[in-house]
């Protein structure tokens, strides 16, 4: 290497944003490039951490297959490269004769995880919809197919605006279907590191999972049920701290009603019936219940694993009523375990905000007239949207960052209505399933290539995972560490909503550090309307989703590694005198749906002698839903999506690990690899979502894998309020592939 070359080496800081942990990075640059990724050992709060995801962001950026410049689809299915901005007006031609002739309702947006490069991405495209005076109808998401039980539950029981316990001192924690090591939720911060030191000060963790997942290795306690089952469980730990009297009866007096409501509803699920139902142990149940009231601090969270069965809503809402009753929520004069720091400074005051009913049966879906709710358009009816004739049929679709080809329950229905649609566009680094369906590929900047701050972790508590945040008053924020490669024609998600809302002659308007959701508002947001006459800058639109923040972004700005704020206050006010909302313990909806799970013995499907076993998801380190499983460093493992059994399962079917198998739901059929994985519940097959080929290319189970989506019907069942399938405990039958 010369002395000119050496010259050009240089270290750069950043934050990555392949997840919402936001990890800050170290970043190696020569000539420009970047050509190493490593957790910035000098953040003060990280300790050097990053995931293998974060590692590959070079491998990423560089890849020789990401999309550098526009593709318009040609009629023979090839596609081209043209300008971008040959592309935006083509599109907005399209979507205004769309709109002109079938109304706006036939636009719909469709945001992915692959905007988390800049958390303006999906609020620009909201923004759009609402520019065309359809929003929220036609702005679908992935949260109505993933967890949108969350906010619906806080909605009905009520936020405490101090928050919960923080983990780092709690001395139990139950991980309800959660697995934090891996995918990041609710311990954003070195999760490993996290949950081992936690451990160590003297946390009892129960972990209630069919998989002993990598959260659950240093668990005080693993409850392994039959999938589906989590209501029936957290119903049973209520029963026994009820009826035990294990609850804080003054806390509960002076912050909740409905616990009479709520202890008859629980009445019948005795440690016996919880057993007998979900196939666990009893005297587990009464094990986790004394363990959880007894200790000092702590907290029940759910996420994945417990909502893609049907009932993520009850769930959430029993997990909620836990933490209620044994008081597990921060006090006045404690400190607040998610201050605000880039977020807007507002009182944090110990005291709910009111339950609230977060649906409108007065404005129902075309598709099985499910009700307008907090969370958006049910993404789960889009494809029959789509494939659904008369007014209001979705023509065009926005694919912002996603990839509904292998994320929509039932493949083959979603890819007869990708295919069917007057005008595809796929917003996207690569051609991912849906962009090989698209009529358009837009490509976009991917994570080094644009800034970063950490306000979008701060704000996860607003959006559900209200375990979220950092639990000390810190802050980061990165410029941009690298340009797109030399000569490519890129644009940012939120740049192309805005450009062509422009072209419409569209007034997007932007709502900037909104501090809630929903009907629970701590602060709400500033109104931004964008220039049409100028396109904001990145870095513009940082300060008006910063706006208002309780440490100006210009002053985190002059802290390259992140910084903890010491000097802030955390300390939590009483109650105000005026404050008389109360969290709510017996909302009938959920009380309702309690004994229905009750009389159904958990109101979930079973296996049976036809469909032996049951397929659940699961999160894995290299891989963030389907995004990275192109990149040559992740890859280069394995591409394909192992299924996952229990050895005692291998050896009863006569397969070993390798073999490629089909496996067959009720409702469709795929192939995949076996994998032993002795920490799984016998009876139950372990894969990861996203995976998979098209339903009209060949199947590739050694390299793409198998689509798990192809096993869901969305139609056979499915949440009433936000309409999501079920999506894990299915049950299936596998059978070994004859090689041809």
């Not at 959880?292 to 049907?310: D, K, Y």
């Not at 993404?379 to 949207?385: A, M």
């Amino acid at each position: 290497m010369t002395v000119s070359e050496a010259a050009t080496i240089e270290t750069r800081f950043g934050i990555c944003k392949v997840c919402w942990a936001g990890c800050p990075v170290e970043v190696t640059v020569e000539g420009g490039r970047a050509t190493k990724v490593v957790g910035d050992r000098q953040s003060p709060i990280y300790g050097g951490y990053t995931c293998p995801k974060g590692r590959a962001m070079p491998e990423a950026h560089y890849s020789p297959t990401r999309v550098l410049h526009p593709r318009k689809r040609m009629p023979d299915g090839s596609y081209i490269e043209i300008p971008m901005e040959q592309a935006l007006s083509e599109i907005a031609a399209r979507i205004e004769a769309i709109s002109a002739e079938h109304g706006a309702e036939a636009i719909a947006v469709y945001p992915g995880n692959g905007n988390l490069t800049n958390p303006i991405n999906p609020v620009i495209g909201a923004m759009f919809i609402m520019a065309m005076g359809t929003y929220p109808d036609r702005f679908f998401s992935v949260q109505t197919i993933d967890q949108a039980g969350k906010v619906i539950a806080q909605a009905l029981h009520g936020r405490w605006i101090a928050g919960p316990q923080p983990f780092s001192t709690a001395k139990t924690w139950i991980m309800v279907g959660t697995n934090p090591v891996i995918s990041k939720q609710g311990v954003m911060v070195n999760p490993g590191q996290t949950v081992k030191q936690a451990v160590k000060n003297g946390m009892k963790l129960i972990v209630i999972d069919p998989r002993a997942t990598e959260s659950t290795a240093h668990a005080f306690l693993h409850i392994a049920p039959q999938p589906g089952q989590d209501a029936s469980i957290l119903a049973g730990i209520l029963h026994v701290i009820l009826n035990e009297g294990l609850y804080d009866a003054d806390f509960v007096a002076a912050n909740a009603i409905g616990i009479d409501v709520l202890k008859a509803a629980t009445a019948p699920f005795t440690p016996e019936h919880v057993a007998s139902t979900a196939g666990i142990s009893a005297e587990d149940v009464v094990l986790a219940a004394r363990t959880f009231a007894a200790a000092e601090s702590g907290c029940v969270v759910t996420a994945t694993g417990a909502h893609f069965p049907l009932h993520g809503t009850l769930c959430e809402y029993l997990a909620l009523s836990l933490n209620t009753v044994c008081g597990r929520w921060v006090r006045a004069g404690e400190a607040h375990a998610q201050p605000h720091v880039l977020l807007p400074e507002v009182d944090i005051r110990a005291q709910p905000h009111a339950p609230y009913q977060p649906w409108d049966f007065s404005k129902t879906s075309r598709i099985n007239a499910l009700p307008q709710t907090v969370v958006g358009a049910p993404t789960g009816t889009l494809p029959d949207e789509i494939l659904t004739p008369g007014p209001g049929q979705v023509r065009a679709l926005i694919c912002s960052g996603s990839n509904p080809a292998v994320s929509l329950p039932d493949q083959n229905r979603a890819g007869r209505a990708l295919a069917s649609l007057d005008l595809l566009v796929a917003i996207d680094v690569e051609m991912s399933n849906t962009a090989r369906m698209a009529h358009y590929v837009i490509p976009d900047k991917m994570a080094l290539e644009t800034p970063a701050c950490s306000q979008f972790s701060e704000s996860m508590k607003y959006y559900g995972i209200w375990t979220g945040g950092y639990e000390q008053p810190y802050a980061q924020y990165a410029p941009a560490v690298v340009e797109p490669p030399a000569g490519s024609d890129t644009i940012e998600s939120w740049e192309f909503f805005y450009e062509l809302a422009k072209r419409l002659g569209k007034q997007i308007t932007y709502f900037g550090n909104a501090a809630g959701t929903g009907q629970h508002w701590d602060k709400a947001p500033v109104a931004f309307p964008l220039p049409l006459e100028r396109r904001p800058t990145t870095e513009e639109m940082f300060e008006a989703m910063c706006a208002g923040s309780r440490v100006p972004l210009a002053e985190v700005k002059q802290h390259r590694h992140g910084n903890v704020f010491g000097d802030l206050s955390l300390t939590v006010l009483p109650r105000a005198d005026d404050c008389t909302a109360m969290l709510q313990l017996g909302d009938p909806t959920m009380m309702a749906e309690l004994g229905v799970v009750f009389t159904n013995r958990g109101d979930t499907a079973n296996p049976s002698d036809e469909f032996p076993l049951m397929l659940i998801p699961r999160r894995a380190n290299e891989m963030m839903n389907s995004i990275g499983r192109t990149n040559p460093k992740l890859a280069a493992r394995r591409t394909h999506n192992p299924a996952y059994l229990n050895p005692a399962d291998i050896a009863h079917f006569g397969m070993a690990s390798g073999d490629i198998i089909s496996i067959r739901s009720r409702h469709g059929e795929i192939k995949g690899v076996v994998e032993a994985e002795p920490r799984l519940r016998a009876g139950t097959l372990s894969m990861s979502h996203c995976f998979g080929t098209n339903p009209d290319e060949v199947d590739d189970p050694l390299g793409q894998g198998g689509c798990t989506s192809r096993l869901m019907d969305a139609n056979a069942a499915f949440d009433p309020i936000f309409g999501q399938p079920r999506m894990g405990a299915i049950p299936v039958a596998i059978e070994a592939v004859v090689p041809a």
